[in-house]
């Protein structure tokens, strides 16, 4: 069973910049899709960004041009650079390892119902 930590969430200021980390107990980039997701009181779950087993990267339209989903196979690391935050970018991040999701035209690693394995969770929290 895949162990995920994460850290690196705080407070920033609006326009500001964090990157998350997310541990792995085991080599997960060949086995399994990779992905942060967000999550705040009294809404879903999101996917914000993943990366595929061939390492092919997909986010969620809100985040595109600001962050970056990047990992380090000899760490077991997974990284997300957030840049230019928003307030709306304040939430529970989670890092988790899962499966690919097919569709036509391509793959995703988004869904949340396609997650084996969750971390616990980083607090990001965004001053204007």
């Known amino acids: 069973q895949v162990q995920l930590v994460e850290s690196g969430g705080g407070s920033v200021q609006a326009g500001g910049s964090l990157r998350l980390s997310c541990a792995a107990s085991?080599?997960?980039?060949?086995?399994?899709?990779m992905a942060w997701f967000r999550e705040v009181p009294g809404k879903e779950r999101e996917g914000v960004a993943g990366i595929g087993r061939d390492g092919r990267t997909m986010y969620a339209d809100s985040v595109k041009g600001r962050f970056t989903i990047s990992q380090d196979n000899v760490k077991n690391t997974l990284y997300l650079q957030m840049n230019s935050l928003k307030p709306e970018d304040a939430a529970m991040y989670y890092c988790?390892?899962?499966?690919?999701?097919?569709?036509?035209?391509?793959?995703?690693?988004?869904?949340?119902?396609?997650?084996?394995?969750w971390g616990k969770g980083t607090l990001v929290t965004i001053s204007s």
């Open positions: 085991e080599f997960t980039s060949s086995s399994y899709c």
């Open positions: 988790a390892a899962g499966r690919t999701t097919y569709a036509p035209g391509g793959y995703t690693c988004l869904p949340v119902h396609a997650m084996d394995y």
